[in-house]
């Protein structure tokens, strides 16, 4: 089984049982698909047919939920899923995590109306350490993404990394690569294969440290960041995690520049791995 401290990053010893976290759905994997746009009075829009994951989802009023969406075309969107609470509703049963949806919506404001959503099929469900992987993966998206700004590749990188989990692909591996693909999409990931300090090409057998802000450049004793090697970083940009030395390091480095990132907003996910290795 993969420890937590593989999976996440957080602690050691993941234990089996899945923990009960808010629902989460993902979008159709690497469909092509775009929404339509059709236009009616000015204060209405109507995309049908999105390609979707639920993200999160919480009450709303007595029947209803608030869902959040990593959508293909139109990035992290909130919309209201009225009636979804009552026991004969359609979207009950379809509004879960981690399965592909085609969603439709209708609305201009920051919450728009739930129209229709279907469930897409293709993947496996996540199970035991994958399925608390993958919620990771959903708690990043809703803190680090801003509403309404596509990510069409990280959309396609998030179903690949749910694919990945899903098939029992190393959990340490397929989080780093989406982590650092995440960052890179919202502007934030430094190119780790040159020294900002020197310009140079970074060399596997010297040490670095990386500058949220900046990038890397060579380590120095009064370094507090963590401190990598070269190897790392060039395995980082080539995405190679074959290395025990590079998966450990790079489980640091991550850490760190997510948690820089995160202006130190803790991660729930984190919390549940050390709360479930009380019991």
């Known amino acids: 089984m993969t420890s937590l401290d593989t999976d996440l990053h957080p602690e050691e010893g993941a234990p089996a049982p899945a923990p009960v976290l808010p629902a989460l759905v993902l979008p159709a994997p690497g469909a092509p698909a775009q929404g339509r746009r059709s236009r009616g009075p000015v204060s ?5 047919g999105q390609p979707s994951f639920v993200l999160h989802s919480y009450p709303y009023k007595e029947t209803s939920l608030i869902v959040d969406l990593f959508t293909r075309d139109h ?3 909130a919309v209201v899923a009225k009636g979804a609470k009552r026991p004969l509703s359609k979207l009950r049963g379809v509004l879960q995590t981690f399965q592909p949806l085609s969603v439709s919506w209708s609305g201009k404001s920051e919450l728009r109306t739930l129209i229709d959503a279907e469930w897409v ?3 496996l469900p996540l199970e035991r ?6 919620f990771y993966l959903n708690e990043l998206l809703v803190k680090l993404l801003a509403r309404d700004d596509p990510h069409r590749a990280l959309f396609d990188h998030y179903v690949s990394t749910l694919n990945e989990l899903a098939h029992g692909e190393p959990a340490q591996i397929a989080l780093r690569k989406f982590e650092r693909a995440l960052l890179k999409e919202t502007g934030v990931a430094a190119d780790l294969g040159r020294c900002t300090t020197t310009r140079e090409a970074v060399v596997a ?8 802000e900046r990038g890397a450049r060579e380590a120095r004793d009064s370094d507090v960041w963590p401190v990598v090697s070269g190897k790392t970083l060039l395995d980082m940009e080539s995405e190679d995690y074959g290395d025990p030395a590079t998966q450990s390091q790079s489980k640091q480095l991550m850490r760190f520049l997510l948690a820089h990132h995160l202006n130190g907003t803790p991660l729930n996910t984190r919390q549940i791995l050390i709360d479930l290795m009380q019991l």
């Open 44 to 48: 209405s829009v109507r995309i049908n």
């Open 129 to 134: 350490t994958a399925l608390l992987c993958g």
């Open 75 to 77: 990035g992290r969107i």
């Open 205 to 212: 057998a010297s040490d670095y440290v990386v500058d949220p």
């Open 121 to 123: 099929g293709g993947m």
